[in-house]
């Protein structure tokens, strides 16, 4: 999986630093990425059903324990991400199923930039001045990868693509 401009060496750096302060608080990063999401594309909550319950505010889907658990997964994929930075193709499989799977519950690809820039609100809020330009440009790369290879779930690219 090549994200079409790799990371540097430093790059790589930055995005484990970063990570590293944030990621002892998975759920609680998580609400803020996810909070993020529901201001910014409120269109996305029906998206998210257990039992096939509607939760009628994102603040109830939000303290939903079946919701948490999904904060959990989705934080375990961007660590994953981080534990990899040096051979994301071997990632590959797994995201364009995760992309599928996505697909299948109704997200359209255009909804991962609303994603990318949550993630990166969430980094901004959680790391502060710590969170400069290099740092977000870093976790661009990074999340573009991700989400080329998950979009392999929706369209079959040739090969070699």
Request: aromatic content about 8%; glycine content about 6%.
């Amino acid at each position: 999986m090549e994200s079409g401009m790799p990371l540097s060496g430093g790059q790589r750096a930055l995005i484990r630093e970063s990570w590293q302060r944030v990621s002892g608080s998975p759920v609680q990063h998580g609400l803020i990425l996810f909070t993020r999401l529901f201001d910014l594309d409120p269109d996305l909550l029906p998206l998210f059903q257990y039992n096939c319950k509607q939760f009628a505010s994102p603040q109830e889907c939000l303290s939903a324990p079946e919701f948490l658990d999904h904060i959990r997964k989705v934080m375990l994929v961007i660590d994953a991400a981080v534990s990899h930075l040096e051979n994301l193709s071997c990632l590959e499989e797994y995201l364009c199923n995760l992309g599928k799977k996505h697909q299948a519950v109704g997200v359209k690809v255009e909804s991962f930039s609303t994603v990318g820039e949550s993630l990166l609100y969430m980094l901004e809020k959680c790391l502060g001045a710590a969170f400069s330009p290099e740092v977000r440009e870093a976790w661009s790369k990074l999340y573009s990868a991700v989400v080329k290879a998950m979009r392999r779930g929706w369209e079959t690219l040739p090969e070699g693509d």
